[in-house]
């Protein structure tokens, strides 16, 4: 089949047999899950070679719809995972599918960490501002006032700017992109996946049935169209992650490097060292 | 290994004799954050493996290190993590996941004085149970509890093999003093010892389910990449890997995953005696305390006290029929420990009428001498 041939069919990548889903109607995971199909299709990765990791929560059960190696693991430890996988068999695509309280919360150190090693993983970090398989409880990504069911009365936290996190802590690419945008979010992902070292990607989805239903935020439509309205990729100031707020929200690809891939530069010095100590 | 090729014998640390053991077994992948008492280990690791073309690194802590060798054990390699205490009860979620998902791994715990920070450089014996029991929910593991440096190695060799044929999470658990002991180890130079490796599933018809067994309960093994495709998970699974809540589903998978480690029993249970045949009084001991225990006995059948030894090496599953054929008969059993009491619950539930079991512990940081074991012995022996 030739290039131009070739059409992404979605239902070449899903292990359909195990639907009906158990996404909510109108939550933004399921077209993120689409884009990242998406973007390994038009990247032409094998199945065979693919390997997604994820953590706990509603964007962690994505992975096992993939017709791919899935590995479902613990709240949370998804980059930890990931990074035995990826060092023991550095053939394989590894991808992480996590949330904004898997990978933020309770896995906010494995991600500084993963960013700092650099090693090729692309993670893709779904933030709808909520812990939503549990029931909707605030997370750090939470925006100002909003009710959940732990901040009956509002939230007054700060929230995490994860991009800024990423990238302060080394890692190799970073990107952002909103849903709605489909088209753009495959491209920030494919570029992800492209890129040699660690790439971190914040999907900014949205929870209509328990976040959405709890602040008044109308249909799913709605939200992501208050989100679009939020969206200005040339205003590189003062943006913060705060999706269904008057905010900026800045997205594409906000930062790169080329700091040495981690896998490569452990090689690098092991190859050093057996020149060196003659152990070769 | 070392630079040498053929089998030697070597003076060893027990921490170094564990990494040496793991990498004789075959062991390509290590993840750690450093502990007190256990982190010559990793130190070992760290100069060996990329010797070997393995791979060694030190994560951000101890869940890290967990997930991070269930990661590469998924990808094909052999891997381990050694900690102490407070690490161990960090890997306790993870070491949860490879029980429940099968996932061949081997987790050193080199014991520390708890609870909490405690004393970081003392021994101890008081993670029995958190060996046994400091995952939730009920799964099947390995404890392995060997009382001198070469049979750390040895034994070593022997948790990867029984990790790698039975798809469970092995725990090495020995004390400080046992990490910190220099002994002579013939290390092997790979002709002598046996390494037992996992099955590997072959083929990916369409019909292939991950976790479906034969009459050994151990499913095959999928390396990625080979065609398969197939889903791990921590959620209770059917024989095809996805998740489930059916009963009897549920029921099936967790009798299997118990089951095998009972019907693979004669392959898993070790264990010493010593002079238990016509025995009035026996000991039970093991690691360190069992070293002073057998000096306490011989000092006592000086004496003309019959007393003998039950050592268990594996600790759980713990070896039940040798030990009730044992004790059988037996007047008095002492239990040995460097804990406020945590073996001495399990070797009740196999008490005989008229067989009295005492306890003798330590909880000072120190290791029991032979000479506390000599005169609990007495005490029991004159008790009559
Ligand atoms: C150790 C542990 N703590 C808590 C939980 C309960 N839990 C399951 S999912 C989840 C939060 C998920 O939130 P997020 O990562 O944002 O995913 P979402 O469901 O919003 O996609 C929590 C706290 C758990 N499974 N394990
Ligand atoms: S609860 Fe929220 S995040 Fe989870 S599937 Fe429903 S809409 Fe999506
Ligand atoms: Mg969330």
């Not at chain 1, 991600?111 to 501002?129: D, V």
């Not at chain 1, 997205?251 to 060292?273: C, V």
Request: aromatic share 6%.
């Amino acid at each position: 089949m030739s290039e131009a041939d070739k059409q992404f069919n979605i239902h070449d990548y899903l292990r359909e047999y195990l639907f009906p889903h158990f996404l909510c109607p109108g939550c933004g995971h399921g077209i993120a899950l689409r884009a990242l199909l998406w973007a390994i299709d038009e990247l032409d990765i094998d199945k065979d070679r693919l390997a997604f990791v994820s953590g706990i929560g509603c964007s962690g059960r994505l992975g096992a719809y993939i017709d791919a190696n899935t590995f479902h693991v613990t709240h949370g430890r998804p980059l930890a995972f990931a990074t035995g996988l990826k060092l023991a068999r550095p053939d394989l695509e590894v991808i992480v599918i996590t949330g904004d309280g898997d990978c933020l919360a309770i896995g906010g150190n494995h991600l500084i960490h993963a960013c700092r090693r650099n090693l090729n993983i692309t993670c893709m970090m779904l933030n709808n501002e909520v812990y939503g398989m549990t029931g909707g409880q605030v997370s750090p990504t939470t925006s100002d006032d909003r009710f959940t069911t732990t901040t009956p009365y509002g939230n007054h936290e700060p929230v995490f700017d994860a991009c800024a996190l990423a990238e302060a802590a080394g890692a190799g690419l970073v990107g952002r992109e909103i849903t709605l945008q489909t088209p753009s979010l495959k491209d920030v992902l494919k570029q992800g996946l492209a890129h040699p070292g660690f790439s971190f990607i914040e999907v900014m989805s949205d929870c209509t049935e328990v976040f959405g239903r709890k602040n008044d935020l109308g249909s799913s439509a709605e939200m992501v169209l208050t989100q679009k309205a939020s969206v200005r990729p040339d205003f590189l100031e003062n943006a913060v992650d705060q999706p269904f707020r008057p905010h900026q929200i800045k997205t594409g690809i906000l930062a790169s490097n080329d700091r040495p891939e981690y896998a490569e530069s452990y090689r690098n010095h092991i190859d050093a060292m057996k020149r060196d100590h003659g152990h070769a | 290994m070392p630079d040498s090729a053929p089998s030697e014998t070597v003076s060893l640390q027990g921490n170094h004799a564990c990494a040496l053991g793991a990498l004789a077994a075959g062991c390509r992948f290590f993840a750690g954050y450093p502990i007190t008492p256990s982190s010559e280990i990793a130190e070992r690791m760290s100069v060996e493996l990329p010797r070997v073309d393995g791979v060694f690194i030190q994560m951000e802590d101890e869940i890290a290190s967990m997930g991070a060798i269930l990661g590469a054990s998924m990808g094909g390699m052999k891997a381990m993590t050694a900690t102490s205490g407070p690490g161990f009860s960090l890997k306790q979620e993870n070491l949860g996941y490879a029980a429940g998902a099968e996932i061949p791994c081997v987790i050193a715990n080199v014991m520390r004085g708890g609870p909490s920070t405690g004393l970081p450089t003392r021994p101890a014996q008081a993670d029995v149970m958190q060996a046994r029991w400091g995952t939730h929910g009920d799964h099947p593991i390995v404890v392995i509890t060997p009382d001198s440096v070469p049979e750390i190695y040895m034994q070593t060799i022997r948790a990867f093999n029984l990790s790698e044929q039975l798809r469970v999470p092995v725990v090495m658990l020995y004390d400080e003093a046992l990490g910190h002991l220099i002994e002579q180890v013939r290390v092997s130079d790979g002709g002598d010892i046996e390494i037992a490796n996992r099955k590997w599933a072959a083929d990916p018809g369409p019909e292939f389910s991950p976790y479906a067994a034969g009459e050994d309960l151990i499913p095959e093994m999928v390396r990625p990449g080979d065609g398969f495709r197939t889903h791990t998970t921590g959620l209770t699974h059917a024989e095809n890997g996805f998740p489930t809540q059916d009963p009897d589903v549920v029921e099936q998978y967790m009798h299997r995953i118990l089951d095998k480690l009972e019907i693979h029993k004669g392959l898993i249970e070790s264990y010493e005696t010593i002079d238990t045949n016509d025995a009035d009084y026996l000991v039970v001991a093991f690691g360190i305390t069992a070293r002073a225990a057998r000096r306490a006995i011989k000092q006592a059948h000086e004496q003309g006290i019959r007393v003998g030894m039950f050592r268990p090496i594996t600790l759980w599953p713990f070896p039940v029929e040798a030990f009730e054929s044992i004790i059988d008969g037996k007047r008095g059993v002492l239990v040995a420990e460097m804990n406020a009491g945590q073996l001495i619950t399990e070797i009740e539930r196999y008490r005989p009428a008229e067989c009295r079991i005492e306890g003798l512990n330590r909880i000072d940081g120190e290791t029991i001498t032979p000479r506390q074991i000599l005169n609990r012995i007495q005490e029991l022996a004159d008790r009559e």
